[in-house]
């Protein structure tokens, strides 16, 4: 204490040096009070750094806890002589709980994030060409004629789409889409092809399948389907190029367009980041790279793509915004910036208006919804899969207590990913709340179920996208003509990293990552995405 108190900034006789005892590690802990009169973050910080420092310097023990707190903060008998234990009471009781918290902020320790938040964002970066281009190539589905072109530069195993597996000759294969074993076909055919080739070199395989016109109109369907028959096929790929394959190393080439466009986003195309990303998490042999091509000039893509195959890099997301080459990262964001200070004014958070939240009984609608009940009065529905009358004791209570709070709450139960059934649940609610408008749909119903892609099968893949697409439109279709809607998507970090065993729900995130942008480009609705 009284090495301490030879600081300047430090009060004399408001310091107490305390031991308390770790559970978790059955050990004691060193924690420091002070008290001074600096109240800057910057300063007080720097006063703390050095606390620490002379401390370790003079008595060679490193302080776990240095608080700085206020002189009534530290008791005192009559005679003023500091009373650690019942100061250590104190800390153990969590009077000083705010006080850790902020200094555990402000020294950005492992008990923090420096930053909760980021958004992603695109670099630039060259690609460095340091390979020959390898033979053959296999090249899957392509529909654009970008074959002729790579043809000119390498021999190319051609696989195009047919009615039934067929194969021409050693260079040329037909595939069906709806043939669920059409790679184990092709693999064990192109087995003899690349067993004879030297083992030590990896199989290029190019997939162009998602090489092709954006979808036009937002039909939920058709969505659904074109994930069944394009973005599964890369499921079904790799299954069967590991089943055949295991221990040779195989680069495939993902190859799409329009998929990271702000302008024209193929929103359909958009659950293959995720996918790819989780491809690289779970299968060792195999590297993925979803490359997005929006060239307008053929010949141009097909260098682009050649270039791709010759480089040795460790992106998994390109994008080409003509010859540009961009990846994704992440940067920052400080939502202090921001904050006006006063939540309610949020022009989205309309005082008694009506708002949607699907999944709304889980821990985050629960919360979204108390907030708004308690702040501008709401009226609330609730969106979930559970009948009201099959509720848990324990669901029951929790939706009884959102009653009690200004406001009103309902809750119906529908199929999220039907749009009439959820258009019933909202017109009903609607009338019975005398509401005339949306004012705000808080997105949070999903599925998550862990399968690793090599265990996936087509129907479950798809359930798991299915609130997601689904769902997503069909409450987008409800609040799209109400000028200036808020409409908050929650999504997932494996929308972005992929994540082993989540593959599906990797790419349903994707998908909403992808849609919320086309929301924000497209209509007048106040579009976030969380």
């Known amino acids: 204490e009284s090495v301490i108190e030879e600081l300047d900034d430090v009060v004399v006789s408001y310091t107490a040096a305390c031991s308390i005892r770790d559970p978790k590690e059955d050990t004691d802990l060193l924690v420091i009070f002070f008290n001074t009169e600096i109240t800057e973050e910057a300063p007080l910080l720097e006063l703390i750094k050095t606390i620490r420092k002379q401390v370790f310097q003079k008595n060679g023990v490193n302080a776990d806890f240095i608080l700085p707190v206020l002189k009534e903060d530290i008791p005192k008998t009559e005679i003023g002589k500091i009373q650690r234990p019942k100061l250590v009471n104190q800390l153990e009781q969590g009077k000083f709980f705010n006080v850790v918290k902020h200094m555990d902020l402000l020294n950005e320790n492992e008990n923090t994030i420096p930053y909760w938040f980021y958004a992603p964002t695109w670099q630039k970066k060259n690609i460095h060409i340091t390979k020959t281009l390898r033979e053959p190539v296999v090249v899957i589905g392509d529909m654009a004629g970008i074959f ?69 109109t937002i039909v939920a369907n058709e969505i659904l389907d074109y994930q069944k028959k394009y973005i599964y096929d890369v499921v079904t790929l790799t299954q069967a190029l590991n089943h055949f394959f295991k221990e040779r190393l195989i680069n495939v080439l993902i190859v799409a367009n329009n998929i990271f466009s702000e302008e024209t986003v193929a929103f359909e195309k958009a659950p293959l980041i995720g996918l790819t990303q989780t491809i690289n998490e779970e299968y060792s042999t195999l590297n993925c790279t979803l490359v997005s091509c929006n060239s307008s000039s053929l010949d141009e893509s097909i260098q682009l793509i050649i270039n791709e195959l010759c480089s040795v890099n460790n992106d998994t997301l390109v994008s080409y915004n003509g010859s540009e080459r961009l990846v994704p990262g992440l940067i920052p964001v400080n939502l202090s910036e921001y904050h006006t200070g006063d ?11 009506f708002f949607i939240i699907s999944g709304g009984l889980g ?5 979204i919804a108390k907030y708004l009940l308690s702040n501008i009065h709401a009226n609330i529905l609730l969106l979930g899969r559970t009948d009201i009358n099959d509720f848990s004791d324990l669901k029951k209570q929790e939706f009884d207590s959102l009653k009690t709070f200004p406001g009103r709450v309902q809750y119906e139960s529908c199929d999220i990913s039907n749009e009439d059934d959820v258009r019933n649940a909202v017109q009903k ?3 019975l709340m005398d509401a005339d408008e949306i004012d705000g749909i808080f997105h949070l119903a999903g599925l998550v179920d862990e399968v690793l892609l090599i265990e996936e099968k087509a129907d479950h893949f798809t ?16 609040a799209k003509n ?3 809607a808020l409409f908050v998507n929650f999504s997932s970090v494996n929308s972005f990293f992929g994540g082993t065993s989540v593959g599906a729900y990797s790419a349903a995130n994707s998908f909403l990552d992808s849609f ?15």
């Open 148 to 216: 002729e072109g790579l043809k000119q530069s390498t021999d190319i195993v051609e696989v195009a789409l047919y009615k039934n597996f067929e194969k021409r000759s050693p260079q040329k294969y037909y595939i069906d889409l709806d043939d669920p074993y059409r790679y184990e076909k092709l693999c064990k055919e192109i087995d003899v092809l690349f067993n004879s080739s030297q083992l030590n070199e990896p199989i290029e395989i190019i997939h162009f399948l998602n090489y092709n016109e954006p979808l036009t």
């Open 429 to 431: 609610a609607m009338a």
């Open 482 to 484: 109400y000028d200036g």
């Open 343 to 353: 939540d309610s004014k949020f022009p989205g958070l309309v005082h008694g208006g």
């Open 463 to 478: 359930e798991i996208l299915r609130p997601k697409i689904m769902g997503t439109i069909a409450l987008h279709n409800l």
């Open 363 to 367: 821990g985050i609608g629960k919360a």
């Open 516 to 530: 919320s942008s086309f929301q924000r480009n497209s209509s007048t609705l106040q579009v976030y995405n969380v």
